[in-house]
């Protein structure tokens, strides 16, 4: 049912409960009068401190003096006075005295703690003197619970330096108003004013406030809401005009609106005419006793300020007036004289029935006279990256000057948007805002606060002191979430953008599209309150143009259900975000900036309100070219089958570095490889059959028909990938060769089912019509309704071979588990777009990893990204998770992940890449958090230590290895580091030892530096040139706290600590993770339990000088470098085959492993090998303690420099860690509380701590 124009004019009138009725009545008769300055009378009295202090306060620790509040406990028969002499002045309305009742204003007299009492007796004092005063007269008088605005500013920095810095947040202050709210009403207010409003973000706080205790705990009373204007710009001091001070608190529904204050009523009459012109509540007005004179004094006389507000009243300004600072029961009874006999103001009806009012420092009315509203979209992270980068690095002060471009440019509204991965996106937004509200030029205009996390989208409202609004909320996770965000918007002040999406996913058809926007539409209105002029609906503007069907005519339902909507739903408005539009096109900024022009052009003609635009780069409708322009129409109008193939021919012709070549099939002359990879890549499905039949005849090249899929058509695939990821091929043609894929899959098929069947015994042998190369399930993630670029991935990999399961959108992580598991799925893909999808790939990231699933986990989405899933998510997961790019790479990552050849490798691959993100992004964060290191303690490793039985070594103390067997150590060396000392490395999938041979860049010198290198080995172990010692120590121990004790085994007293060093750094606020130190992996002294630590130090460089410096006398310093190299591989693989003796013999906790050196590479044994002055205890001094235990320089001939270096260079040391759920980690960036206590429990100084820590201190020591 259509909405009427009454439901519009409801939600806007003033909200008058209670004895507002009573109150209303009379103000439709009369003019009523509010009293006059508390503290121009208390002033009069001229207490001193003992009278503030008065009997109970008499030891107080702070100055009292001033606390004017606090004399209704101390003094209360004087505030009881003046109440009942302005009341038989003729007031009929009296302020409590609680102008800083809040215990934010009271905190600076110690007084916090009393403020629910002083509001309480401060209300109850007023009532009883109406109440007398009432019977003594038979006049109703009414008691006005004064709420001023604090000694702190929400949109104010306090420090001039720091224009982002609050000393308030808006949460305190809410807090602080709830609880003064609570007394008032307590002690018996009638009325609750917020009042001297000179930040309106303050003044929203209180009215937060006050609905809050409405709608949970008190029974309404009227609302009386009163700004001030600071001087005669006609501005507040936070910089708002009159105007927009108004709408920014009308949500409010006060029964009264006006100004007080700062002002006398000669300088206030032409604000206090506007107000009532543009409210249709009642309108308050009590000015200044004039200006302050010099002294801070007011001279205007009782007869002047009367004279002065009667011609207030006869000009039809006023309903209530009285006075404010300097005023007197003398002037309040000249007022009353005054405007006896005038009629009051009428209030006007349906003043904004069709308008939506928004406001920055200015107000901006949109209605049907307004033009097209440009939202400004370049301050959004997602769709800027200029802004973007500038955001990520911390440089917000230089990412404003975005923001005021936009304006500059032509925004009427500025969107902001912080949804990234990366960020936190709460905090993001809090800094920005404070920012962008110390910048006139930006804060002007109004702002549209969005993101797909609601938790940001209140952070921002927090901020906004203008009416602002919010991108978006909709019917995705139900009706209640809906209603509970909806009201939290309306509480704000907000107008709100309401997506069509439902429980069931995005509408997508004109049908769909109308029918959740109205049902959304009703429960807004009927169930919310809000005002139809405060809904701004966004059906949807989906990608064309993608070479998919049925997304064909999304742009003509957008506009068909544009139409519907305006048409049926009164007073709601049309919004849509234009990129998504030409998405297939991204970086053809021709043709995008083409596309949203001419759609722009329609759907205005349509009805469009407004739309998130970059408002300076989009093309004059009528300069566009002809050709393009009617290109661009026929793809937006679906006006024929060939209209997307004839857009991409255009997009072709202009784009750069596309070259034509001059014989068309050139290519066919190429090897069957390189025509098939040419198909793919250019789309080309002509020959595909036959140069497929050929491949797979080719029994030499492709021994079985599956090589065919691995090896060309997948690295067309992989080409095709490269290619749209750098903006050199379109979505289209992705979707043209993802089915060219296809039709040469279909020809293989055959041929793998026959391959397939004589592999199975005789009589196993079936038909296998269904020859999958696996099962893909792919989901949108619980709580996103996204599934576009998940459907086009489904696409891809079905014209793969690959048996796709498609759970669609909203998938709780139960049903994706419990569905991979029942259909034996070889990889489950996730699927997002709004960052809070993020949050729950994490959550299905960890019950898979406690379910212990094994499946490869894909990562797809706008707002995932490879930083983000290294960081965030692969951590949970202990098997492979991988973020794809996009769905022209899904085929290829599939495929390698399901090769059984080169699934190890791979995955090697991406596990060595994710660390180099995590460490990259942990390295460069420019504000991380910390726990203090009492926070970090009860953070740490929690073991079962009762369920679990230490190892005793079978060779307990200290053994010597000397004149080691280099035969015997040659085959642990890691091949790779040693490259990367010539710095040779091989490109994916090229990377690493043996497969860097293959790469054509350097794998023909690599291979030749490597013999190289084992000719030199043999000369090595030959002539015995170098010489390899070493020593191994293995005692009882139990950890203390951080460190861990290392006892005798005789004895079983302390011979030594190692001392540990724990994490503090805060990496995942959404993810418990511990904070470790390598003590949590031994057992505490408290468990009773003997634990055991092992330790080492080995070398293989003694010998090393005398070889090279000999070599150096010939001049031969490529070989000079060959064996400082070689050394330090032969070091690194003593440590590695005496790490793996000590697993299997010595100690004996891992007697049966059998793992060969990639394994031990690959760290896939048990327990840890630390390194002293490495990640997990970054301290070099504690080698001293090795060295002691071990008496490793007598036993080795191995020492420690001044600097603890050790002598010979190629040497290793640490520390054997046998415990199962032991772990490599790095400790990290360190707090000044640490450094002091482990200063302390070493008996060393500070100073000397930071020293050797340095790199490692996240504070300056200086």
Known sequence: ?????????????????????????????????????????????????????????????????????????????????????????????????????????????????????????????????????????????????????????????????????????????????????????????????????????????????????????????????????????????????????????????????????????????????????????????????????????????????????????????????????????????????????????????????????????????????????????????????KFKDLIMAGKYEDALTVAKQQVEMGAQIIDINMDEGMLNGAAAMTKFLNLIASEPDISRVPLCIDSSNFNVIVAGLKCAQGKCVVNSISLKEGEHDFIAKATLIRRFGAAVVVMAFDETGQATSTENKVAVCTRSYRILIDRVGFNPNDILFDPNILTIATGIEEHNNYAVNFVEALKIIKRTLPGARVSGGLSNLSFSFRQMSEIREAMHSVFLYHAIKAGLDMSIVNAGNLPVYSQISESLLVLCEDVIFNRHSEATEKLLEFAQSVQKGVKKTAVADEWRSSSVEERLEHSLIKGIDKHINEDTEEAVQDTKKFPRALNVIEGPLMKGMSVVGDLFGSGKMFLPQVIKSARVMKKAVAVLIPYMEKEKQALLPEGERHSLSESYLGTVLLATVKGDVHDIGKNIVGVVLGCNNYRVIDLGVMTPCEKIISTALVEKADIIGLSGLITPSLDEMVYVAKQMEKLKLSTPLLIGGATTSKKHTAVKIAPHYSHPVIHVLDASKSAVVVSRLLDKNSFKDFIEDIKEEYNEERENYYDTLKEKAYFSLEESRRKSLMLSWSSYTPVRPNTLGVTGFLNYDLERIIPYIDWKPFFDVWQLRGKYPNRGYPKIFNDQEVGAEAKKLYEEAQAMLKKIAKEGLLVAHGVVGLFPARSRGDDIVVLSEDSGSSTGVLYGLRQQAVKDSGAPEPCLCLSDFIAPESCGTTDYIGMFAVSAGFGTKELCDKLEIENDMYNVIMVKALADRLAEAFAEELHERVRRELWGYSKNEALDAKDLHRLQYQGIRPACGYPSQPDHTENLTLWKLMDVENRTGMTLTEGLAMYPAASVSGLYIAHPSSTYFAVGKLQQDQIADYAQRKNMSVEVVEKWLSSCLAYDSE
């Open 1 to 385: 049912m259509p909405a009427s124009r009454n439901e519009s004019a409801r939600a806007t009138q003033p909200y008058i409960p209670g004895i507002g009725e009573k109150i209303a009545a009379e103000l439709s008769k009369r003019i009523m009068v509010l009293d006059g300055a508390m503290g121009t009378m208390i002033q009069r009295h001229r207490l001193e401190e003992k009278d503030f202090r008065g009997e109970e306060f008499q030891d107080h620790p702070k100055n009292l003096k001033g606390n004017n509040d606090l004399l209704c406990l101390t003094q209360p028969s004087i505030i009881s006075q003046i109440h009942k002499d302005y009341l038989n002045a003729g007031a009929d309305l009296i302020e409590t005295n609680t102008f800083n009742g809040t215990r934010i204003a009271q905190s600076d007299y110690g007084t916090a703690h009393l403020t629910y009492r002083i509001n309480k007796t401060a209300a109850g004092l007023a009532k009883k003197a109406c109440q007398e005063v009432e019977e003594a007269t038979g006049v109703a008088r009414y008691v006005v619970g004064a709420i001023g605005p604090t000694n702190r500013t929400l949109s104010i920095s306090p420090s001039v330096t720091n224009p982002e810095y609050r000393n308030v947040t808006f949460d305190e202050l809410v807090e602080a108003y709830e609880e003064q709210t609570r007394g008032l009403i307590d002690g018996g207010a009638d009325i609750l004013m917020v009042e001297t409003i000179f930040d309106t973000a303050n003044a929203k706080a209180a009215l937060f406030a006050i609905d809050q205790l409405f709608a949970s705990k008190y029974q309404p009373v009227p609302v009386f809401v009163s700004g001030t204007i600071v001087d005669k710009s006609g501005r507040t001091l936070s910089g708002q005009t009159t105007e927009a001070f108004m709408i920014s608190v009308t949500h409010a529904r006060p029964m009264c609106l006006g100004l007080n204050c700062a002002l006398g009523a000669v300088e206030m009459r032409p604000f206090i005419a506007a107000v009532a012109k543009a409210t249709e509540a009642f309108v308050i007005c009590y000015p200044n006793a004039g200006l302050p004179n010099a002294m801070g004094g007011y001279d205007e006389t009782p007869e002047t300020m009367a004279s002065h507000i009667k011609s207030f009243a006869e000009d039809g300004f006023l309903n209530i007036v009285g006075g404010c600072c300097g005023s007197t029961p003398a002037h309040i009874k000249a007022i009353v004289q005054a405007v006896a006999n005038i009629k009051p103001r009428v209030p006007p009806t349906n003043l904004y029935e069709d308008t939506l009012l928004l406001s920055g420092l200015e107000p901006m009315k949109i209605n049907s006279l307004t033009n097209f509203v440009n939202i400004g979209e370049r301050c959004n992270v997602t769709g800027s990256k």
